[in-house]
């Protein structure tokens, strides 16, 4: 993720848009939901840990993400901005593995835990309707002046619907919306197909360092609030 956000700071910093821009989506209501809502999620109990993986992992890094990706690969189809859409398939390859792997981890937590039960995949579904509901909104606003060339609004809001069933597929839950048919086919072919490249002029996409900062164990690091909890429940039980 901090390659991505040095890939898009670069993007504005090209356009000529100044580093505020960054900051700007919570001046808009409908983008400031979808922060909000994600903010509600947490790992206090089993239940809560399942909800936040299927969330996380499959409607906004699987779901939310994509919507985005589809609005700005039309762009490049159409000889705009291709520098763009090479880090948006740069993109979308590292979140499809993202989304992968959460789904995956989701699955094994659920069998170790035995989490899983009829009312948790419910509530799973509604918090599915409620990111497309969310994402409907973010959609009008980025079309509120109007389609642009090769693409309208009610595209992207059944694309959103046809992966929302497609996640839920994956994480072995009941679809909410039947879309069975791909809205954008054009879109399978550019982010599925083979790249080619002259060999000597080509660079290599993998990545050679990251610059993330914090650590991941110790008092402070990303597994604290988890171990703190193992010890709770351990007294508990």
Known sequence: ETIHIAAYALLLETIGMPDSEFSAFME?????????????????????????????GGFTEGLQLFASFAMLM?????????????????????????????????????????????ALRERIRECCRTVVSLEDKFIELAFEMGPVEGMTADDIKQYIRYIA??????????????????????????????????????????????ATSGDWHGDDGVWSKFDQRKLVDATIG
């Open 28 to 56: 808009y209501e409908q983008m400031a939901a979808k922060h909000d809502y994600l903010g509600q999620f947490g790992t206090d109990t089993n239940e809560d840990i399942a909800v936040s993986m299927a969330v996380f």
């Open 74 to 118: 039309n762009f490049p189809r159409f000889n705009k901005m291709k520098g763009m859409g090479q880090i948006v398939s740069w993109s979308v390859r590292d979140e499809s593995l993202h989304c992968e792997g959460m789904i995956k981890l989701f699955h094994t937590f659920c069998a170790e835990t035995g989490v899983m039960n009829d």
């Open 165 to 210: 069933d497609w996640r839920l597929g994956q994480l072995k839950l009941e679809p909410v919306f039947g879309v069975t048919t791909h809205p954008i086919p054009w879109l399978t072919e550019i982010l599925n197909g083979v790249e080619h490249a002259n060999f000597f002029e080509q660079r290599a996409t993998e990545y050679s360092k990251g």
